[in-house]
């Protein structure tokens, strides 16, 4: 069946500008998390929703970031007023624990630049 | 917060070598997977493993969750040259978040 999808795939935006990413996690899969990979760097947790439980935000590096998941399903990320240090890569997964145990499945990431 | 330590941090082989790496943990994990990472892509999982002692292979990847809880390797055999990225570790040790490790990037000299 289909993977995680996110889009855009690359994003170049001028600081201080808005963005907004997607993602599409696979059908069926209750959890989705949210990660920042800045380049050669590990990955950095952001945020987690499960079900319809309040989502665990406390990855968010600043109140400039916020996450929404509506109907359960597609997730969108916006970073408000862009710094040049949120330029990263940001990565969705998700994973329909308690079936599949924890395993997470990423989709390829969205490359943000911000100049 | 908990942390993975992963090691090597790169490795430099020749095609056909074996490679080992593993990570380890100050806190008991219940829950170890590995992951590989292409340059451009997400990472993709390779090997689950939820019990203490479990030794699981996937190919030529062969990957045991310690004893102790606190540690797992992962090695490779007979590597290719689409063996090459980054393999990270990463592990569960209860709230639902997973702890990835630093990773360990993987060269292959031709």
């Known amino acids: 069946g289909a993977g995680v999808s996110q889009s855009p795939s690359n994003k170049v935006t001028e600081k201080g500008k808005d963005v907004e990413l997607r993602c599409d996690p696979i059908s069926g899969h209750t959890a989705l998390y949210w990660y920042r990979q800045s380049l050669g760097q590990g990955l950095e947790f952001l945020i987690y929703f499960q079900g319809n439980s309040a989502p665990d935000k406390s990855g968010l590096p600043s109140d400039r970031f916020s996450a929404e998941r509506t109907g359960g399903s597609v997730s969108t990320l916006t970073i408000q007023r862009t710094q040049q240090e949120d330029s990263a890569v940001y990565l969705c997964?998700?994973?329909?624990?308690?079936?599949?145990?924890?395993?997470?499945?990423f989709g390829p990431g969205t490359r943000l630049t911000v100049t | 917060g908990q942390q993975l330590n992963q090691s090597p941090q790169s490795m430099f082989i020749q095609e056909g070598e074996d490679v080992s790496m593993n990570c380890t943990s100050s806190s008991i994990f219940n829950t170890w997977l590995w992951y590989k990472q292409d340059p451009g892509e997400g990472p993709v999982l390779l090997i689950a493993l939820y019990k203490a002692g479990e030794l699981t292979s996937n190919g030529r990847l062969t990957a045991q969750f310690g004893i102790t809880r606190k540690d797992s390797f992962l090695n490779i055999s007979a590597s290719i040259p689409s063996d090459v990225g980054i393999y990270f570790c990463a592990g569960y040790f209860g709230n639902e978040k997973l702890t990835f490790g630093t990773g360990t990037r993987l060269t292959i000299i031709p």
């Open positions: 997964a998700s994973s329909s624990p308690p079936e599949t145990g924890y395993e997470q499945y």
